[in-house]
């Protein structure tokens, strides 16, 4: 499987963004796709996932502001993102995997390339 992210970019604080995160082959559909972030100097973070089905989960300090959805048919996933803060300023991440809950940087098999959110205050 091979992921593309994209959609980042700068913005003001209290904007928002939409990431996407292309998967190829299309197998997609079997995996559980996350998103994770990793800011300078700190360890990657589980951000939110969403399986087949369209069950997500999010990370605490993300509920409200941030939403994970998926078009199996396009073998994409994204994290739209409200309300931005300068704290969530990183390098965000999407994975591809089938093991454990999906919160874990080792459940997932398969990894982006990354792209950057910057939040200026």
């Known amino acids: 499987v091979q992921l593309q992210a994209f959609g980042g970019g700068l913005v003001q604080a209290g904007g928002s963004l939409r990431l996407s995160c292309a998967a190829s082959p299309p197998t997609f559909g079997f995996y559980r796709m996350g998103w994770f972030r990793q800011a300078p100097g700190k360890e990657r973070e589980f951000v939110a996932n969403?399986?087949?089905?369209?069950?997500?989960t999010y990370a605490d300090s993300v509920k409200g502001r941030f939403t994970v959805s998926r078009d199996n048919a396009k073998n994409t996933v994204y994290l739209q993102i409200h309300s931005l803060k300068p704290d969530d300023t990183a390098v965000y991440y999407c994975?591809?995997?089938?093991?454990?809950?999906?919160?874990?940087?080792?459940?997932?098999?398969?990894w982006g390339q990354g792209t950057q959110v910057t939040v200026s205050s």
């Open positions: 994975a591809a995997g089938t093991s454990g809950w999906g919160t874990a940087v080792g459940d997932y098999n398969y």
């Open positions: 969403i399986i087949r089905s369209g069950t997500s």
